[in-house]
Structures are given as C-alpha cells and as structure tokens.
DNA sequence: CGGTTAATTGAACGCATTCAACACGAGTGG
DNA sequence: CCACTCGTGTTGAATGCGTTCAATTAACCG
C-alpha cells in the first residue's frame, strides 16, 4: 500500500497550455486593491481568471457572519471555475493585485474544440482535489495538524529558503476553521518544538521537514 | 411543497442525459455486497459509475486510521469522477448495491463530440459544488448545525413522510467530522425540542421545516 | 430465546474557544 | 527623538463544546 495521504501536485503544477494560451491572448488585465471583491457570492458566473500578480482569496459567508476562506491563490493560478450558475464563494484581493480576465463564454467559442474542453476540464479538476484535501483537513484533523499542513502547502508552493505568509491569522484561521488565537498559539508551539522559525509574524522557514510531514498526515 | 433552503439542487437534479444515455447503452451492471470495495484509495481512474441500487460511500483514510467520508451516492448518482490519475477516496457499498459502469476511455472515444465532455464537465461541477458545501459544513458549524445539516439534505433526496437513513451514526460521524456519541446526542436532542422524530434508529420525519433550516444555515 | 452488533446515555476529561490584557510594528505629528 | 495611535499578533485564564471511556439499552438475527 501506498502513502495513504500523498502529497497533492495539484497544488503546484502549473495550469493546462490550452488555457493559459486562451488567457494570453485574449486576457484583460485589472488592478484590484487590497481588501476588494473581485467577484460576490452570488454573483453570475461569466468570466475565468488568472492571478497576474498578487494573492487571491475566496471566501463565503454564512447568514450569521461566520466566514470560510475556500483557497489562496497565487500567480498563475486559475481562479473562478465554480460551477455555476452562480459564485458559492466570494473572489478578494487578499494583496493589492493584477488579475487577469476572459468571458466564459469567449473561451467557449474561440475553440469549440476538445482541447480546450478538455483543459477546462483538467483545471476543475484540479480544484476538486483541492477541496477533496480541504475537507480531509477540516473534518478529521487536530489544530496543530491543520496548522502544520497549512505550512507545508505553503512551503511546498515556494521552495527554498523562506517562505512569505502573504495572508493574516484571521485568513489562515477562517482558512483552517479555527480562530486566530489557536493558530497564533499553534504557531508559536510549532516554533517551539523547532519544527519551524518565524523571524517575523509574516515570514517563516521549515526547520524540521519530516516531523512537519509527519504532523500534517 | 416548495423549500427556501438555500444550497444547492446539485445533490437532486439527475445527471446529464448524455451521459446517462452512454451509461444505459453500454454501461456494465455489478453486484456490490455490503461492506465491499469497488474501487479503492490509490487506484487508478478508469471507470464512471452509477448507482442503480442501494447506496454507495466514498471514504478516505489517514495514515493513522482516521476516517472522512467524502459523500453518499443513491440510485441516479454518478461517482467515481474524480481528478485522477488516482482515485483519492475509495468508494465502498453501504448496502448492498448494483452498479453500472463504463470505462472513461470508452466514454470518450464513444463520442468524441463536445456534448459528453459537457457533461462530464457539469457532473464533475455538481460534485464540485457537494464539496463546497461539505467544507462549509465542516469548517465553520457546530455539531448541532452538522447534524441537522444533514438531516436536510437527506429529507431533500427523499420529499414525503418518512426518510430512511441508510448509513448507521459512524457513517454520519464520518461524513460530518464527529464522533458517533456526538451524532447520537444531537440527534435526540433534536428530537426533544420536536425538530424531527424517529420513530426508529434508521428512520425520520421532519416536524419543522423552518426550525431545521434556521439550524442548518 | 440467547448472542451479537448498533445505538444511546452518563460522567470526566481535554482541546479549542472566549474574553481579556498585553506586546509589537508602522505611521503620524508634536 | 519621543509620544501617540491603530492594526495586528501574542499570551493568559476561564469556560464550554465535543470527545473519551464506560455502562446500559435497543435492534437484529440465528
């Protein structure tokens, strides 16, 4: 038998050609400011984007205000691809940052052929086995392991040295289903243990790869 | 009757005829007994399913053993679509069950046309959408809200009087990130503030609509 | 019937939350 | 340069929700 939770490259493999293709060309580039919707919860379900510059967020709320963060994302990733007809979550720029934009649509018609289906198809995918992770994270996993995995996506995504946090606690909690307090207080055990360094709030390095491997099974 | 639950009619619309057509034509049907694999964690993705009988459950385990249901599947319910190469759930009858399948390949050369990749693509989206939901669920509800969650979404599939619960309480601890002790408090203490009733351990009636869909947001 | 598994209930514990106070850094203006 | 503020992050103490462990009851099946 194999790793019974193999690592998702999902995560880091860069989107299909055909997509990315369609994007260059035919993109618009928008500036989003820091803290502003891209797209509301509820909105129609009409364009497809790609992160130029920046970070991305998307989050839904509950009629209470209680709020789920449902990815990051990062330059060169798609974002937007919801089922439809309508965003079950909001798109925000977590960062200022440069987004850029295709109708639906317009990619539908520029090719009518499989490959581009076949590229939307891929990217979707790609999204499920996101959320397919997210909720192993969410249902079955102690704060110091959903912490511990979260700073590994991270790390996996920027190789080397150290690693940007570009979001806030409040992010990573709503992100992890957990309140700020508990992933300050995981973070600063996890240092603790040496496991990782954080030189700033917003900054970190992996000191200990196995044992954060091992945490985040 | 007519429901104001918000979320999503992903879990009753059926499936995309044109896929249901390929499924009808050359789909092969198998017994599945209780309790049996039909595919498992690690395997590669080769076929669709259906259901045609009884209910099916996708579960993933960690290293350590603890176990997340990704969702249930009735009779109508594509499964098995899931972003490959490798199956990240395994899927497993819950009851005894038949099941209809068709290599993916076969699906694609069957057709080669644009209808089937559209249809792929929009069971693929409704899944998309269950996981959502599922991670709302999980992220940001408390156990009460879990359960009666739940209970919604299985009065949905079965409208009418009486609705069967197939899966026994670790199914739903599972599903819902709980406990089976958990399950089972909320589960009477719903019916003492006379939400639901259960006339026996696998069978309920909703007694307030409203109530229940308050819980559930 | 007994024998077995599933489900419920009770009591004690513990992890994460809540509420509150404090520390830190960046920006502003005296 | 220091004082002040504001936002963000950290830390502490007390509470509570869900878990754990254990015992009881109900359901199922020979």
Redesign the pocket.
């Known amino acids: 038998m194999t790793l019974a939770y193999p690592l998702n490259d999902a995560r880091v493999a860069p989107p299909p050609a055909a997509l990315t293709g369609v994007m260059d060309r035919l993109g618009v580039r928008a500036g989003h400011a820091k803290d502003t919707e891209i797209y509301a919860q509820g909105d129609d379900v009409q364009y497809l984007y790609r992160v130029v510059s920046g970070v991305v967020r998307t989050t839904r709320l509950t009629c209470d205000g209680r709020r789920q963060v449902g990815d990051f994302y990062y330059p060169g990733d798609l974002f937007g691809l919801e089922p439809g007809p309508d965003h079950r979550f909001a798109a925000e720029a977590l960062s200022d940052c440069v987004v850029q934009s295709v109708r639906r649509t317009t990619v539908r018609t520029m090719a009518g052929d499989a490959e581009l289906d076949r590229a939307i198809l891929e990217a979707t995918s790609r999204e499920m086995a996101r959320l397919q992770d997210h909720v192993l994270l969410l249902g079955r996993k102690?704060?110091?392991e959903k912490v511990a995995g979260f700073l590994m996506q991270l790390a996996q995504r920027q190789p080397g040295g150290a690693v940007m946090l570009p979001m806030?606690?409040?992010d990573m909690a709503d992100y992890l289903?957990?309140?700020?307090?508990?992933v300050?207080?995981m973070?600063?055990q996890l240092q603790g243990d040496l496991i990782v360094e954080?030189p700033s709030?917003?900054r970190f390095q992996v000191k200990q790869w196995d044992a954060l491997e091992d945490l985040a099974a």
């Open positions: 102690s704060a110091r806030g606690r409040q289903g957990l309140t700020i307090e508990t300050s207080r973070l600063t954080f709030s917003r």
